[in-house]
């Protein structure tokens, strides 16, 4: 892991830093429109929920606030906005290529930045070292476009490539050694856990049986394994037949979920009282885990319901701001496909669970 500043950083920016507004330049042409657009050559994240987000976090001048997944930077610029000169983004992600995208971004953001390359259950650990205190903390989890259609990083089924799927590619664990190396049962039950995918123990047979005579070495012979070993009505219904597959795939090679479990309280912790916590998922095993960490902060007393008085003396640690998930507008799926499956949940840190909850006055 390693934090770097951006060339020229200086820790608050000089009076005169100059501004920039975070719209894309309407003289670049749009190629293609989508999850992603492609503005000239260069592949960019449109940031999904991002009214939405903003709304909940409401980041104000001179806070501190952490983006755990800084992807393209997206969302990051649209708070560092409202951060202003005395304010502090800290973005982290795993991926050396947002490392890049953020030097770029860094030099037209008007607050105090800081990168950190790394993954973010271990970042956020990191900052709590130092005694850092945030006033908000988010993650966009999962991938993000650029990951998706750098075709030799090997997530896209769509494309023909190694099977790679590392976010943080000095990882040592990519999908090829998974496939190559996982036990059958193994394999089954990431299958069926990560990609809740119905014929897990067929398409881990199929996986097995194949590498005795060859390596699975690309996503097409990924595909190929797949569709053979699934029904054929299977393979017209619910999307492409290797969907699943390469879902679970990804989540196992990056731990996707177990990074999320230690990351939650740590950014949790991180938080400074009426600090908020906030989420965009994009599967169900995502959602679930922000959802049940989030519920059990707003939970107060734990007493049987046949005792008279509370004797427990919890008392919930947050206020939940999105009783359901938020989920993309018509207008948001109209021109970005991707946001259909996202779903945004916050909460807000009114007592740090010790006794010492405090009236919370945001501002
Ligand atoms: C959906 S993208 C974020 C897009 C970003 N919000 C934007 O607006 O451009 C998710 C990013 O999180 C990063 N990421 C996912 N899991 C991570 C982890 N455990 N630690 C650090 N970064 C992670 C990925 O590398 C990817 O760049």
Redesign the pocket.
């Known amino acids: 892991m390693s934090t770097i500043l951006p060339r020229g950083w200086r820790s608050r920016p000089e009076a005169g830093w100059p501004k920039r507004g975070c719209e894309p330049k309407a003289s670049v042409s749009r190629l293609r429109s989508g999850p992603s657009t492609i503005l000239m050559n260069m592949t960019v994240?449109i940031?999904?929920l991002?009214g939405e987000l903003i709304g909940l976090l409401d980041p104000a001048e001179g806070q501190t606030v952490i983006?755990?997944?800084?992807?393209?930077?997206?969302?990051?610029r649209l708070v560092a906005q409202r951060l202003g000169p005395s304010g502090t983004l800290v973005a982290?992600?795993?991926?050396p290529e947002?490392e890049e995208r953020f030097a770029a971004l860094a030099q037209e953001l008007p607050c105090a930045v800081r990168f950190i390359h790394?993954?973010?259950?271990e970042?956020l650990g990191t900052l709590a070292e130092e005694g850092v205190r945030a006033d908000a903390a988010y993650f966009?989890?999962?991938?993000?476009s650029?990951?998706v259609d750098t075709r030799e990083r090997g997530f896209a089924y769509s494309y023909d490539a190694p099977l790679d799927m590392r976010?943080?590619p000095g990882q040592e664990l990519d999908a090829r050694t998974v496939l190559a190396t996982w036990e059958e049962r193994r394999l089954a039950a990431a299958l069926r856990e990560l990609g809740e995918e119905r014929h897990a123990g067929a398409i881990a047979r199929a996986i097995v049986r194949r590498r005795e005579h060859a390596p699975i070495e690309t996503t097409h012979e990924l595909v190929e394994v797949v569709s053979g070993a699934i029904p054929a009505p299977a393979r017209f219904a619910g999307g492409h037949p290797a969907k699943r597959t390469f879902q679970a795939l990804r989540i196992a090679v990056?731990?996707?979920l177990g990074?999320?479990d230690r990351?939650l309280p740590l950014a949790w912790d991180l938080l400074r009282m009426g600090g908020v916590l906030a989420a965009i998922s994009f599967h169900s095993l995502e959602d679930r885990r922000v959802k049940r960490f989030l519920a059990e902060r707003a939970r107060g007393c734990v007493c049987p319901p046949e005792l008279p008085v509370c004797v427990c003396g919890r008392e919930p640690q947050a206020t939940l701001l999105t009783r359901r998930a938020v989920t993309a507008s018509a207008g948001e799926l109209a021109h970005n496909p991707r946001a259909a499956s996202a779903r945004l949940r916050a909460a807000r840190k009114v007592s740090d669970g010790d006794g010492s909850r405090r009236d919370v006055q945001r501002r």
Do not use: K
């Open positions: 994240h940031p999904v991002a983006d755990c997944t800084f992807g393209g930077g997206g969302h990051a982290i992600d795993r991926d947002s790394g993954d973010f259950a970042a966009d989890l999962g991938m993000s650029m990951q976010m943080d990056n731990d996707e990074q999320l990351a």
